[in-house]
């Protein structure tokens, strides 16, 4: 597997997501995936399901399958824990859930901030300006994480190009990634200019148009990625599934992908992409795809009163 070497180690190019892994399916699943092969997995505090990831990592390194040192695990700081203080022991709390003693990779989740005892804001007042709790402030309570030794590189998520030129003029220890969501109906040209130039690698999220995402990201008019005739054609002329040409597409533009399924057939799939080439011609048409959708479009953010918009988290990415 393909690796990109960020600060300290190197993250395989495909990761397996672990949103909505509920329900206990959560310890099973990344059990299966490291049996098929997966070395980076992507997890938040927010997923809930954090302790039962955990237990497959027990597993796995107690009977000797694998070494912590051949994982790759990236966790998520929750938006209800951005004041400073509070960053550490949420890595702690992450950490004792994962039961290990470091992370590959701590990010900042959302550029949002909302009041502490609360897990969502249930109003426009639930919220906290970011001028209040700023970026950067959180941003050098990660890195005090990292020279305590508890997590080894540092990142963001959904973050715009004037969010990250904040972090970026502030940081010690410089932002090595920057997760937002990827796929050829979002191709994100401007930011990942801006990433390329300051050696911020992109993992794309919702890498297949995150199928079963929840309600609130949901409108009948959605496209469907796997019903575009492009993708359709490529997949086979190239003899592979449609998921596998758009990770495929995803890794040969220098990104990582992080595609989630509970299914271990699928879960192999996904991983295969690592070993399909597609051809120029195949890159550029997929690339010449019109269609722009964001499918986790920030407007859950948008409740009357509060300072945050959809438009002012994307900028003008
Ligand atoms: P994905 O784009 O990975 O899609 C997941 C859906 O696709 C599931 O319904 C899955 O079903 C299905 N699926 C998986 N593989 C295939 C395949 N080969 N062919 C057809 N269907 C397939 O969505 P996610 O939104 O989950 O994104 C991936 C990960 O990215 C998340 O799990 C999370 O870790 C991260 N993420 C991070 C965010 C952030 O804010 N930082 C936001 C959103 C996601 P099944 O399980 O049955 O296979």
Known sequence: MKTYKLNDGAMPAIGLGTWKMDDGVATQAVQQAIEVGYRHIDCAAIYNNEADVGAAFSSVISGSSVSRESLWVTSKLWCNRHQPEMVMPALKKTLVDLKLDYLDLYMIHWPIVFRHDLERPESGSDFVPLSKVPLESTWQALEACVDAGLCRNLGVCNFNTDNLAKIVSVAKHAPSVNQVECHPFLKQERLKSYCDDHNILIVAYSPLGSGDRP??????????????????????????????????????????????????????????????????DQVQRINGIERQHRY?????WEQPGSPYTAAGIWGDD
């Open 215 to 280: 309600e609130r990201m949901r409108a009948d008019s959605d496209p469907n990625l796997f019903d575009e005739p492009v993708l359709q054609e490529v997949a086979t002329e190239q003899g592979c599934t449609i998921g596998q040409a758009v990770l495929s597409w995803l890794l040969q533009r220098g990104m990582v992908a992080i595609p989630k399924s509970s299914n271990p057939g699928r879960m192999k799939e996904n991983l295969d992409a690592a070993t399909v080439e597609l051809t120029a």
């Open 296 to 300: 986790v479009h920030g407007k859950f």
